[in-house]
């Protein structure tokens, strides 16, 4: 585990911690569901590349235990083998998550502790995966791995639709503004700079600070940077991997600028669908905790559900309508997750776009109306004699 991360951490959950548990704790079972149904052995691979002590010291939870739960969840529940493996360097680290390994080990769920970098114990864990699904989070407190090696398990050794392969991964957006201020100063840490060059493939990303300098003069031209760099990450890796890459801000407040992405990878519209949903629940989760810790203080900066949805609704209605004036054809809204929901991906829960079918089933633009299809994303659409 990263350097950064001291004995205070394990103490409490901080708030992007929140976040980013409860979306695994949401995603997870669905990822392994949705795919170890279809598996050769019923067999889903699972790697917590940065998984430190797996349980906080108040005992809640962190994200090795969260994994060892959804793996006894799913063993007993649907009997799907999630095969855990987690990744620790730090020695104190290691010993307390083997505890909680040791735990789940001895009612059967199986799993293992390495102790050392994810990068030696990659390759094995890919290996064990041949013929099964693979999930890999990857959630370090400072640089994750080079994106060329992220590129050559996803889209060398991992290149086909199915077994499925997705990836959640912690991007640091505190690491890129430190390190943007080494490019902006003449005394810059060189070798910190080839470190991040290893990280997003390449020397481009410089070049957005350098930019930053030119623009000293103009409010905000640093953070702007630093948006930018996160956008250009993400767009460079769905280009090289060939996957669909979506990326969530995580914050300790509204009021402060994040600090890391989470990225996300797949090449299952089944596993975006899912995935949006499952992020608009885990930030509903978010701004409850953040209630919770200072009530008073941000209280009336929490949006509220109800005006989201109704701010969404027509949006996400207007999209699936020009949808289905191009297409001309019944189109199923799983295949197109990201046109249907537009700006409020990831911002509101599958059950909105069950009220944009029926929304414009009311305006005759569609005869249909998702009456009886249990899931929202098995909806299909047809266009009405209005958009014809």
């Known amino acids: 585990m990263s350097s950064g991360t001291s004995g205070e951490y394990w103490a409490d959950k901080a708030l992007p911690s929140v976040f980013k548990h409860d979306l695994l704790r949401r995603y997870l079972p669905q990822f392994g569901g949705m795919t ?30 969260i994994a060892l739960r959804v793996a006894s969840h799913l063993r007993a529940k649907a009997g799907l083998t999630l095969e ?41 864990v890919v290996e064990r995966a041949v013929r099964e699904p693979l999930f890999l989070f990857l959630d370090p407190c400072g640089l994750v791995l080079p994106q ?35 490019v902006r100063s003449p005394k810059g ?62 914050s300790h407040s509204p009021r402060q600028r ?16 899912v995935f949006g949903d499952a992020v608009a629940r885990a930030r509903a989760e978010w701004w409850k905790e953040l209630e919770e810790r200072e009530e008073d203080a941000l209280f009336s900066l929490a949006p509220d559900p109800k005006e989201v949805e109704a701010k969404a609704l027509p949006e996400i209605a207007a999209n699936l309508e020009k949808l289905l004036i191009r297409s001309r054809r019944q189109v199923k809204l799983v295949d197109h997750t990201l046109e249907i929901f537009g700006s409020f991906y990831g911002q509101v829960t599958e059950k909105v776009a069950r009220q944009a079918v029926r929304l414009l089933h009311e305006q005759g633009k569609t005869p249909s109306n998702g009456v009886g299809v249990k899931r929202t994303r098995e909806i299909t659409v047809a266009p009405g004699s209005l958009l014809v």
């Open 148 to 182: 060329d090696r992220l590129v050559e398990v996803l889209a060398r050794k991992r290149p086909q639709k199915r077994p499925a392969t997705e990836l959640l991964m912690n991007f640091s957006m505190m690491a890129v503004w430190r390190l943007g201020g080494h």
């Open 36 to 65: 170890g149904t279809q598996s050769h052995d019923k067999r889903v691979v699972y790697l917590d590349g940065y998984a430190g002590e797996g349980r906080y010291e108040n005992g809640q939870p962190a994200s090795g235990e």
């Open 258 to 273: 994040a600090v890391y992405r989470l990225v996300f990878a797949t090449r299952s519209p089944y596993g975006l669908w």
């Open 84 to 124: 855990c493996f987690f990744s620790e360097a730090q020695a104190k680290s290691h010993d307390r998550l083997s505890e909680v390994v040791q735990q789940y080990r001895s009612r059967g769920v199986r799993a293992h502790a390495h102790r050392g970098e994810v990068d030696s114990v990659l390759d094995q």
């Open 189 to 250: 840490n060189e070798r910190s700079l080839q470190r991040f060059d290893d990280v997003c493939g390449g020397t481009w990303w410089r070049e957005y600070f350098a930019d930053a300098v030119a623009s000293r003069g103009r409010n905000g031209a640093a953070e702007d940077a630093i948006e930018a760099v996160a956008a250009e990450y993400a767009r460079r890796l769905e280009q090289r991997t060939g996957m669909v890459v979506q990326s969530v801000p995580v």
